[in-house]
């Protein structure tokens, strides 16, 4: 599924996205500034977020209350060995049976479930969006 999308569009974005997700781990890849804090935003609030969702580049990790449920929000963008992400106890998340939407993937690779959705995002040269949902790892646009 690809969707091309501006910010006015966002919260139909996410809703279609949750609807399309097979699994409830989602990996967002793109570049800087391509949109990702600002789905997984709208993905926490379109789940009945209790608070917005913000980066956690710091922390690496966040979680929000949701309807009935829990969203782990990660960012790997700072993680240089896969061991940091074990030491906060990564796969504990991942099996979790709650939402996990993780920033920057590709940095913790091997620990990935193989069942996970992925994104892929892109700006346009019009400064809109474009997202290809996947439901298998390694996506390329």
Same mark, same amino acid.
């Given at each position: 599924?690809?969707?091309?999308?501006?910010?006015?569009?966002?919260?139909?974005?996410?809703?279609?996205?949750?609807?399309?997700?097979? $699994?409830k781990?989602?990996? =967002? @890849?793109?570049?800087?500034?391509?949109?990702?804090?600002? =789905?997984?935003k709208? =993905?926490? $609030?379109? %789940?009945?977020?209790?608070?917005?969702?913000? !980066?956690?580049?710091?922390?690496?990790?966040?979680? @929000?209350?949701?309807?009935?449920?829990?969203?782990?929000?990660?960012?790997?963008?700072?993680?240089?060995?896969?061991?940091?992400?074990?030491?906060?106890?990564?796969?504990? @998340?991942? @099996?979790?049976?709650?939402?996990?939407?993780?920033?920057?993937?590709?940095?913790?690779? $091997?620990? %990935?479930?193989?069942?996970?959705? !992925?994104?892929? %995002?892109?700006?346009?040269?019009?400064?809109?969006?474009?997202?290809?949902?996947d439901?298998?790892?390694?996506?390329? %646009?």
């Amino acid at each position: 599924m690809i969707i091309t999308y501006n910010i006015n569009d966002l919260s139909a974005t996410a809703k279609k996205v949750l609807e399309q997700m097979h $699994s409830k781990t989602l990996l =967002l @890849y793109g570049d800087m500034g391509s949109g990702k804090t600002t =789905l997984v935003k709208a =993905l926490v $609030s379109e %789940l009945g977020g209790e608070k917005e969702a913000s !980066s956690p580049t710091f922390s690496i990790v966040n979680e @929000y209350k949701v309807e009935n449920d829990k969203v782990y929000h990660f960012d790997m963008y700072r993680i240089e060995d896969e061991t940091e992400a074990l030491d906060i106890g990564i796969e504990e @998340y991942l @099996y979790s049976n709650h939402y996990n939407f993780i920033e920057w993937p590709e940095n913790i690779k $091997s620990l %990935l479930p193989q069942d996970a959705d !992925s994104i892929y %995002l892109s700006i346009n040269q019009n400064g809109s969006r474009s997202l290809k949902l996947d439901h298998s790892l390694n996506l390329t %646009l």
